[in-house]
Each structure stands twice: as structure tokens, then as C-alpha cells.
């Protein structure tokens, strides 16, 4: 679970942003950090029960994502994030698999492919016109759908992509510029036991989504 001091922490990190402060509450950014690791520790476990393609050995520290954020390109020069990133937890191709949120008020799980790019969009695209109705039954499913919400109200195109025509059943699917499912957890949610194991639950129902996915690029 998430400890309630790493939750103030980034609530204090958020209020507090910048180096001096951070410096002076170091050793509560590594309580933070060490609960964040362990926490990755158990997802880990509990997810490559699921998904094979999770490896259970991995080590949880390189799935913990670095607070501090680059601002060499931003127009925000804030140094720290405020939040706790955890992805890498599994070994699919390009920005898809699992991803995990921690933000005090703002946390979330995910899965899927992130805006895939050229090659990847145009292959999942065939596999969707060729294969509709795998992926229906995957996001249409009542608990998919409870979960996380109309699959298909992602950002989309604002046109037609190429190869396709506006009047194919599946042009709502077709358009999508993003393959995700989410799925928001409460403070008090993350801080229960077990959190672990409604994670586990979610991924368990993103799983299928990660399956097709992968199969249309590989």
C-alpha cells in the first residue's frame, strides 16, 4: 500500500518546488521512495501471475521513474515532479504495457499503447479493420467497460485516415490516435492493503487489450 507520509510528501513537494527545500527533506523523499519500490515490488508479483510477458525477478528500483524532471526543452523550470511514476514492467514493444500514477488525488493505472507511432499506429489499424470484433469483445465487455469508461472516447483523427472510408462500422475505432485504458484510485484507496490486488484486478482486464495490441505489431 501507500504510506500517508508519501502522500504529504508530494503534497509538500508540490507546495515546495524547488532545490533548497528538497535538499533540507531529502530523507523524506527516499521514505517516500523506498515505499514506492517496495509497493512496485508486490505489483510486479501479483501482475506476472497475470501477464507472462512480466518478469518476476525484475528489479522493482529501474520501474521507478525519476523525480526529477528534465527542463532543458520547458518552459516549466520546476525541477521536481509531483508525482511517482512506475512503468518498464513489462517487455511489449514501443510506449506499450503497464503504467502506474501516484499523486495525491490524481492516481491512476493504465494500460495499453500510448500514441504509438508510423509503423506501429498503421499495424494496429489493419489489425482493428481485419479483426473488429476481437477487439469488441475485449472493450465492450460490462466489466471493461466499468472500469474504464467508452474505449472509443479517446482522441481520434479529425479525419479519415488513409486506406479507410468514412462509412466503415469500425471508423470509430479506426481514428483513434491512442489505445489506453485508465482507471482512477482514490488517496484512501491506495493506502488500503489491498491496493495491490485491485491493481491486479484492473490489469487482469487490460490484459486482453495488451494481447491484441502486441499481436498486431509483432
Same mark, same amino acid.
Given at each position: ?17 524547488? %532545490?533548497?527545500?528538497?535538499? @533540507?527533506?531529502?530523507?523524506?523523499? !527516499? ?18 501471475? /497475470? @501477464? ?13 521513474? %525519476?523525480?526529477? %524532471?528534465? /527542463? ?13 511514476? /512506475? ?15 501516484? !499523486? ?12 504509438? #507511432?508510423? @509503423?506501429?499506429?498503421?499495424? $494496429?489499424?489493419? #489489425? ?6 476481437? /477487439? ?13 469508461? #467508452?474505449?472509443? @472516447? ?5 479525419? $479519415?485516415?488513409?486506406?479507410? !472510408? ?37 490489469? #487482469? ?14
Amino acid at each position: 500500500m501507500i504510506n500517508l507520509a508519501t502522500l504529504d510528501f508530494l503534497t509538500d513537494l508540490k507546495a515546495n518546488n524547488n %532545490r533548497d527545500w528538497f535538499v @533540507d527533506h531529502k530523507d523524506r523523499y !527516499e521514505q517516500a521512495r523506498e515505499n514506492i519500490i517496495d509497493f512496485t515490488a508486490a505489483v510486479i508479483k501479483a501482475l506476472s501471475k /497475470i @501477464d507472462p510477458h512480466v518478469q518476476a525477478g525484475i528489479d522493482p528500483k529501474k520501474c521507478v521513474m %525519476r523525480i526529477y %524532471r528534465d /527542463i532543458r526543452f520547458s518552459k516549466d523550470k520546476t525541477p521536481y515532479k509531483g508525482h511517482f511514476g /512506475i512503468h518498464n514492467l513489462t517487455d511489449y514493444k514501443g510506449h506499450m504495457g503497464y503504467y502506474i500514477h501516484i !499523486e495525491p488525488g490524481q492516481s491512476f493505472v493504465g494500460g495499453g499503447y500510448w500514441m504509438p #507511432e508510423g @509503423d506501429h499506429l498503421k499495424a $494496429i489499424r489493419q #489489425e482493428i479493420d481485419y479483426n473488429a470484433a476481437d /477487439i469488441k469483445a475485449i472493450i465492450d465487455k460490462p466489466a471493461f467497460k466499468r472500469l474504464f469508461g #467508452e474505449f472509443r @472516447d479517446q482522441e481520434q483523427l479529425k479525419t $479519415i485516415p488513409n486506406g479507410y !472510408e468514412a462509412d466503415n462500422e469500425n471508423i470509430g475505432l479506426l481514428k483513434l490516435k491512442n489505445f489506453a485504458a485508465v482507471h482512477s484510485f482514490t488517496n484512501a484507496e491506495i493506502q488500503k492493503k489491498d491496493i495491490v490486488a485491485k491493481i491486479a484486478k484492473v490489469f #487482469e482486464e487490460i490484459y486482453p487489450l495488451q494481447i491484441f495490441l502486441n499481436n498486431a505489431i509483432v
